[in-house]
């Protein structure tokens, strides 16, 4: 199937459903997973019979590639004039006919966002609506993002086990003689990086080194500029490396951006977004494994995200069109950039710290013997403001503000790094020392950065289902429960699961073998 | 326990004799919204109703659903009728109400239903 196409005919209630049925068999010559085609069709379903009740006519268009099945329901008809009333459980504005037919229940667009992935809906009143929605094929999909910017080095692993203690949200597993990163839990911080003896969990640029002689843009953490030991200001190692990467005799401005001065403008939005936000305090999405860690374990929080997309995403729309190499400083930044919704060729590039620096330190000026002060004031604390940063930090910091403990605050910035991206693993300077070197000698604003809203809206994440069936998910539970209870409960990690209730689950997954925890005597263990 | 059993033991008169009469039945939902309806159906679910037209039959055939109960002895019209046997899908009527329909359909099910463990 490329693209299919089905016409709907308003108010022919007697064909309703025809289109989806027709798909269905489509799906089910592709062999498309049982799971996939059951949302497919609760979605197409609900959308067909939508312009059944309310339209003209329209028609569903249904297209496989790249992995997701997209549909596309778009009629010609009232339309609808308040979308969001729309999209509230229980609001409908069927008839009584419907009504009779057991239709306009006012759950129609509700369950189509709960059974696709991404979901989008436009509508001109007097004119027509289109709804379009998308179902990810691969299963793990159903679990969560399906993607995260970790990579795995199978070959180094030694077996430390440090991952499996450090991720905060449980989703690193040792079964077996490699890490495992269970996708719907993992939130594309640095935690499994940072303590990993070995280098097996790391991340990865989409090119090994600068653009040089290209003619692209190359974009840096303020990070990186402090790199290089005392007595190298900032200026120094950008106008460095603008010389690096040669070409036209542009401003080192202009050929190398700061992300800094972004973040300095998205703090900025994040501040006016406070003074009306209704749910205080406002938490910046400055950091996008904050966020994901906000959608993984705090979901009640969700509210609290000022609706701005992270500095890296405000840039790379700024660049668009031209070449743009980010200089990432963390799986999530790299995902942030790379795994577009769209699912298209990435549109930019992304290079790790190390091959910047490998590449700039012998064009590098010797250092001043006295400390490089730049001549910019540094700008004075923000009262305002509470910078979090580190896991353990937030962790405590979100259970506050969930608590409803936090009344004193306007706006928190979280940071899953210590220091922020100044402690990112993949740097080298410590981070205090970094963090205090750019505070001391700043490059000064850049007048273009600006911050721009959020495209994707924040969900909570579903975490695991256990069986798409209810009933064997049920009783999924109920083994994992009895199970959890057998073992000793000490959640030593040896077994390479964090916890034993962790263990449990695996079990009854069929992710670890029954007999994995290696505490129990044998005769204890469950045959 | 099997969709014709099951119309045996509630006493329900069953129009579509067939290809679904075997399968066994694990779960029973009742209601009169189709959105509802279509959540939670699955292809071991016997869907109850109130609603006696083709769109029930409809549901059925998008998500594998073998088996539904009319209830308060409704009569399926000629239309749902010929979309049932086309589907092969089992529609059967119950004399009861929708609550008595439930009631009796849940006896039958927990009476045998193992232990979850």
Known sequence: ?527 | MTLAELAARIGARVYTPGGAAAVDVGRVWAGDRISDLLNEAVDNVLLVSNLASTHLIRVAELMDVPGICLVAGREPDADMLAAARAHGTLLMSSPYGLFETCGRLYQCLSAEAPTVR
């Not at chain 1, 939508?50 to 997209?70: C, Y």
Request: aromatic letters at 4%; hydrophobic letters at 45%.
């Open chain 1, 1 to 527: 199937m490329t693209t299919v196409v089905y016409q709907i005919e308003g108010g022919d209630f007697e064909h309703g459903g025809e289109a989806s049925r027709r798909l269905k068999e489509q799906l089910k010559r592709l062999g498309a997973d049982p799971a996939v085609v059951r949302r497919a069709m609760i979605a197409a379903y609900e959308a067909e019979m939508n312009v059944v009740i309310h339209a003209v006519r329209g028609e569903l268009r249904a297209s496989l590639q790249n992995g997701q099945l997209d549909i596309e329901v778009s009629d010609t008809g009232p339309g609808i004039p308040d979308i969001a009333a729309a999209l509230r459980e229980g609001f409908s504005t069927a008839s009584a006919r419907a009504r009779e037919l057991g239709f306009g229940a006012g759950m129609g667009l509700p369950n189509i966002r709960r059974n696709s992935d991404e979901f989008a809906i436009e509508s001109t009143a007097g004119q027509g609506t289109r709804v379009r929605f998308s179902i990810r094929l691969r299963p793990q999909t159903l679990y969560g993002t399906g993607r995260h910017g970790l990579t795995i080095e199978a070959d180094r692993c030694r077996r430390s086990l440090r991952c499996v203690h450090a991720c905060p949200t449980h989703a690193v597993r040792v079964l077996g003689r490699r890490p495992e990163i269970l996708d719907y839990l993992c939130i594309d911080c640095t935690a499994c990086v940072a303590v990993c003896p070995t280098g097996t969990l790391t991340t990865r640029g989409t090119r090994a080194g600068l653009p040089a002689g290209e003619d692209a843009v190359v974009v840096v953490p303020a990070a990186l500029l402090v790199q290089f030991g005392s007595g190298i200001a900032p200026a120094q190692v950008r106008a460095a490396l603008a010389a690096l990467l040669g070409g036209e005799a542009a401003a080192p401005s202009a050929r190398v951006w700061v992300l800094e001065a972004w973040e300095a403008a998205l703090r900025a939005g994040v501040r006016h977004y406070a003074e009306t936000a209704a749910a205080l305090p406002v938490i910046s999405p400055a950091c996008p494994a904050a966020v994901n860690l906000i959608e993984t374990r705090y979901p009640a929080l969700i509210p609290h995200v000022a609706p701005l997309a992270p500095a890296v995403e405000a840039v790379r729309a700024a660049l668009a069109g031209q070449r743009a190499v980010f200089v990432v400083t963390c799986p999530s930044q790299r995902t942030a950039l790379l795994g577009d919704a769209a699912g298209g060729p990435p549109l930019v590039d992304v290079l790790l710290p190390a091959a910047v620096q490998a590449a700039l330190a012998p064009h590098l000026p010797a250092a001043a013997a006295r400390p490089a002060v730049g001549g910019t004031v540094p700008p004075p604390p923000d009262a305002d403001l509470l910078r979090v940063t580190g896991l353990p930090h937030l962790l405590h910091l979100f259970d506050e503000i969930e608590g409803r403990r936090v009344r004193d605050v306007r706006v928190v910035e979280p940071w899953a790094c210590a220091e922020g991206c100044f402690g990112s693993p993949l740097l080298r300077e410590e981070p205090c020392l970094a963090r205090h070197r750019w505070e001391t000698a700043p490059l000064p604003a850049d007048g273009a950065a600006r911050a721009v809203p959020r495209v994707r809206p924040l969900a909570p994440r579903p975490g695991l289902r256990l069986d798409a069936d209810m009933g064997k998910a049920i009783q999924k539970l109920a083994r994992i429960d009895t199970l959890r209870r057998e073992l000793p409960g000490a959640d030593c990690g040896e077994c390479g699961a964090p916890t034993c209730a962790a263990l449990a689950e695996d079990i009854v997954l069929g992710r670890a073998a029954a007999g994995a925890c290696v505490r129990q005597r044998p005769q204890e263990k469950a045959p």
